[in-house]
């Protein structure tokens, strides 16, 4: 079946533009996570969802980091006011259930340029 | 607070021969999970193989490996006969435990570079 994707794949901002991110999780996963990886790092976690529910946002940033999950499936990650150390790729990656060994699946990644 | 640790920047390995690439992790749980993920310069992170905390034989996915040794907290991941396309960047991550309100994020290491040498 179809995996996790993201749009768009590049973004180029200006400073202090908002930008948003979209992620299409693989068909029926509950769970729904974004990440975000600085250049030569591992990725680091931003937001945890469960079906629409927002249950962790311990890793955004900023306040100028919203994420939503209205309907349970796609999931959007917004940045308000870009600022150049927000330049980084955010990675999508959902997993089919709620706990013991399920494997999160990452999508492709948007890759965020801050000018 | 969780840590993984992965020493090795980058390593090589000529084809067809079997590399190791380290991990060392740090909890206090008794309850985690330790994932390996493949990263091709197209930047996907790719699935490899997971062990789990309490599994008592390693784990294996056809050319991978999991070197899982508790006791020393590392989770060593195999790749034995290196093909061309196994270059890429190589990351360790650990759940740790399962939490619902936390959903089973994974901390990721610094990543290894792997290049398989023809």
């Known amino acids: 079946g179809a995996g996790v994707s993201q749009s768009p794949r590049y973004k180029v901002a200006k400073r202090g533009q908002d930008v948003a991110l979209r992620c299409d999780p693989i068909?029926?996963?509950?769970?729904l996570f974004w990440y975000q990886q600085a250049l030569g790092q591992g990725p680091e976690f931003l937001t945890y969802?469960?079906?629409?529910?927002?249950?962790?946002k311990s890793g955004l940033p900023s306040d100028r980091f919203f994420a939503e999950r209205p309907e349970g499936s796609v999931s959007t990650l917004k940045i308000q006011r870009t600022q150049q150390e927000d330049s980084a790729v955010y990675l999508c990656?959902?997993?089919?259930?709620?706990?013991?060994?399920?494997?999160?699946?990452f999508g492709p990644g948007t890759r965020l340029t801050v000018l | 607070a969780q840590k993984i640790t992965q020493t090795q920047p980058g390593m090589f390995v000529q084809e067809k021969e079997a590399v190791t690439l380290d991990c060392t992790y740090d909890?206090?749980?008794?309850?985690?999970?330790l994932f390996w993920y493949k990263q091709p310069s197209s930047g996907e992170m790719i699935f490899l193989i997971y062990q789990g905390s309490y599994d008592e034989q390693n784990a294996t996915e056809g050319r991978y490996s999991l070197n899982f040794q508790k006791a020393r907290k590392s989770a060593n991941l195999v790749i034995s006969a290196s093909q061309l396309g196994d270059s890429a960047m190589y990351f360790c991550?650990?759940?740790?435990?399962?939490?619902?309100?936390?959903?089973?994020?994974?901390?990721f290491g610094q990543g290894t570079e792997l290049s398989v040498k023809p």
């Open positions: 068909s029926g996963h509950v769970s």
């Open positions: 909890t206090s749980d008794q309850s985690y999970g």
């Open positions: 990656a959902s997993s089919a259930l709620q706990r013991g060994t399920d494997t999160q699946y």
């Open positions: 991550a650990m759940r740790e435990g399962w939490v619902s309100n936390q959903g089973g994020k994974l901390i």
């Open positions: 969802f469960q079906n629409e529910a927002q249950l962790d």
